[in-house]
């Protein structure tokens, strides 16, 4: 099974920037990676994909602001975060699926999350 660790979180300030990495194994060339987040309480919703393809997708409100990357062989997930505001406050996590084209809330695999925290 796919195993995935998140780290990089913490506190920013409202415009500030703050890096999450997840690290994965158990995966293979064609796995689709996500990032997640749940604000508190609310429910959890993806942010940032890459699909087993290669391609790249951002929810709207993060587009310009957040890019998410990962190396070669994907034993690692990136999301940089610039221009931070207090709606980006939440639980991050990264997620994993050997089965899918693209990532859903559905998604097979989770890591355990890391909080991030923007304040105003």
């Known amino acids: 099974q796919v195993h995935l660790m998140e780290s990089g979180g913490g506190s920013a300030q409202a415009g500030g920037s703050l890096t999450l990495s997840c690290a994965v194994s158990?995966?293979?060339?064609?796995?689709?990676f996500g990032w997640f987040r749940r604000p508190p309480g609310k429910d959890r919703e993806g942010i940032a994909f890459i699909d087993s393809d290669g391609t790249i997708r951002y929810k709207d409100s993060v587009k310009g602001r957040f890019t998410i990357s990962q190396d070669d062989e994907k034993k690692t997930l990136l999301l940089q975060m610039n221009d931070l505001k207090s709606e980006d406050t939440g639980t991050y996590l990264c997620?994993?699926?050997?089965?899918?084209?693209?990532?859903?809330?559905?998604?097979?695999?989770w890591g355990q999350g890391t909080q991030v925290t923007v304040s105003s």
């Open positions: 997620a994993a699926d050997p089965w899918a084209n693209r990532l859903t809330v559905g998604a097979s695999y």
């Open positions: 158990g995966h293979t060339r064609s796995t689709a």
